[in-house]
């Protein structure tokens, strides 16, 4: 059974361009999040949602990042314009929601922003 | 406001012994704890879960407790290898899609 699958690995990119995180989370969960880790903040929950609906984004922190679930296989978060300040490792993680509250973790995409 | 904290930040020990690392949580009012295991560059592993009415998980060479009313949890990681060096996070569900992590303890075991 394949696991959280997070694409790309690396990205690095100039501040002003966009950047488009992608996520398959694990099939059979029907609940979906993003987090992003810092060495200074640690790991931040940024939007989660359930059934492919956004429940909470109070933790995007601006305007600039948007995230979509199209469907129950397919997430992503996007930052436009990006800036230095985003570069981080971005994860996705899934899980079944009402059930245990078990989360697994794709293995994250690292994002550069110069 | 539920907060996590992992004491302490960093542990460096030689091979073979045994070690216990600290998870403490504010509000007693959860689902369960998870230990989590990441290493360099890598995403977060599930090691246990302990669902709140349980007292522990084991896992091999390794064994979580929780305590709810006290708040608190230990990993219990018996004789161990260089290869368990990582760092390891806790982070309780308080329902509601909302798990909360602590920064992690960073080990060491020294071959």
């Known amino acids: 059974d394949a696991g959280v699958i997070q694409s790309p690995r690396h990205e690095v990119t100039e501040m002003g361009q966009e950047v488009t995180l992608r996520c398959k989370p694990i099939?059979?969960?029907?609940?979906l999040f993003w987090y992003r880790q810092t060495m200074m903040r640690g790991l931040e929950l940024l939007i989660y949602?359930?059934?492919?609906?956004?429940?909470?984004d109070s933790g995007m922190p601006e305007d600039r990042f948007s995230a979509k679930m199209p469907n129950a296989s397919f997430s992503t978060l996007k930052i436009q314009p990006s800036e230095p300040r985003d570069s981080a490792v971005y994860f996705c993680?899934?899980?079944?929601?009402?059930?245990?509250?078990?989360?697994?973790f794709g293995e994250g995409s690292r994002l550069t922003v110069l | 406001k539920q907060e996590v904290t992992q004491i302490p930040a960093a542990l460096s020990v030689p091979e073979g012994e045994n070690l216990v690392l600290n998870c403490s949580f504010t509000?007693?009012?959860?689902?369960?704890l998870q230990w989590f295991r990441q290493d360099p560059g890598k995403g977060l592993t599930s090691l246990l879960l302990?669902?709140?009415?349980?007292r522990e998980q084991t896992s091999g060479r390794l064994n979580a407790s929780l305590d709810k009313s006290s708040g608190r949890s230990t990993l219990y990681i018996a004789a161990s290898q260089p290869g368990d060096s990582a760092t390891y996070l806790c982070?309780?569900?308080?329902?509601?899609?909302?798990?909360?992590f602590g920064a992690g303890t960073r080990l060491f075991v020294k071959a």
């Open positions: 993680a899934s899980g079944l929601a009402g059930a245990t509250g078990e989360l697994f």
């Open positions: 099939s059979g969960h029907n609940s």
């Open positions: 949602f359930n059934n492919n609906v956004p429940i909470d």
């Open positions: 509000d007693s009012a959860i689902y369960n």
């Open positions: 302990i669902q709140s009415s349980q």
């Open positions: 982070a309780v569900y308080t329902g509601g899609f909302k798990t909360i």
